[in-house]
């Protein structure tokens, strides 16, 4: 069968047929994890291009198959072209692939690729059972950085309890950096760290340091994929040269959870660019949606008559009343009267009193953000993570004192829409009338299902 490409076939036979058939396998295999392959829809041409192309590639990877099942010599011949048919097959959503691939195992149960495919293919199916005891197989054989990383990407998804699903992602953790150890050069490795530094923020750990983490690790592994280090060549012996869309699109939806929306545009953007498929022009158009919004309030003031807004703010009262703070920490920080008295970043051993005028957001998406004013009517934004929704209930608007402590200022840009924020990190930075509501903490929250991750095939 010919490909159809100039030279194919004299390349693939300088390579020889087994890496000619690993290399077809592989093109197969991408080809059903873009969608190509299957149910590919009929046109009154005959299929669409994609499916052509998969036809193709299916055409080609069957004939490097029985080029390579031809020169096969030996069991370990027979275990691997048994593993590249069954890869074929699955690649093809065909149901003969898992009894080829147990009986590779069978034939030699040392052959990391076999456990991989089979392992993938148990995923693929559903059964996390099945595939974290083929990862773990394969781990008791060689130290295989493909096993890694699917096994770290696997803990994350089970856990019947909360403890259970902590300690998974702790575990997960512990693979992925020995994963990176293994190739700190495999873009794919960073990746997945910076994955699993993010779920372990949000579902575990709420610490900061591993949100920069996860930043750290996407940074890295941009670097590489766009030529950071030599041409890498993964497990399988194969270039992995193409753009990881998700890094993009993950990496956007932190920088939009920090409400560092600029960053978070442009990433968003060149996640789309790599895969038209992915909501990033939904998450663009919400994020100038709601900046547009909150700097239209914040200029507008909450859109208050001038005598309303005299009441609040006559509310805080005078710049020498103070009330007691029920914390010695915030009792002791010194006391400002404006937003023009702090400084641009976190204003260290400082306080502010404010009053909430309205809700900024009504996403539901943390954080928690509202329209503030100090005592001069200055308005900006205020943003409090790890605090739940429902203290908006508890804060009568304009009628309660609320004290900021040492409060983040960031000026909040995108493209000519711009307004004063102050980020809070912890809600024990933030008081209602003195008193902290404790029974509001709520750790953050992100929809980690968006955060693509299957096991690179």
Known sequence: ARSGRPGVGRARAAMGPGAAVERAV????????????????EGPGGPGRAAGIAQAAQRDGWAALEAAREAAQGRRGAVQVLGWEARLRAAAKDPGAEELLCRAAKLDPTD???WNSLGELHWANGDLTAAHHCFTSCLEFSRDIRAMRSLSMLLRKVGATPQERAANTKESLRVAKAAVALDCNSHESWYLLGNTYLSLFFAVSHDPTHLEAALKAYRRSEALERGGCPAQVDGDGDSDGE????????RGKVFEFLEEYAAAVKDYEQAGALDPRLPSAQRIESIFRRVGNAAGLVQRKGHLKSKRLAAITKSLGRPEDDLPIASPTAASARRVSTLADLSLGKNTQVRLDVAILLPLASSGDPPLSFLAVDRTGT?????????????????????????????????????????????????????????????????AALDLTSFSEQPKQ
């Not at 009568?396 to 924020?421: F, K």
């Not at 102050?422 to 709520?442: D, K, R, W």
């Open 26 to 41: 592989r093109r197969m295999e991408r080809l059903a994890a873009s969608g190509a392959v299957g149910d590919a829809p």
């Open 379 to 443: 308005a900006f934004g205020v943003s409090v993570y790890h605090l739940d929704a429902a203290v908006l209930a508890k804060c009568r608007s304009g009628r309660d004192r609320i004290t900021l402590v040492e409060p983040l200022l960031r000026e909040v840009r995108l493209g000519a829409i711009s307004y004063p924020l102050l980020q809070l990190q912890q809600p024990t930075q933030f008081f209602v009338n003195g008193e902290l509501l404790s029974s509001s903490f709520a750790h």
């Open 243 to 250: 753009r990881n869309p998700d890094l993009y699109f993950n």
């Open 112 to 114: 990391a690729r076999v």
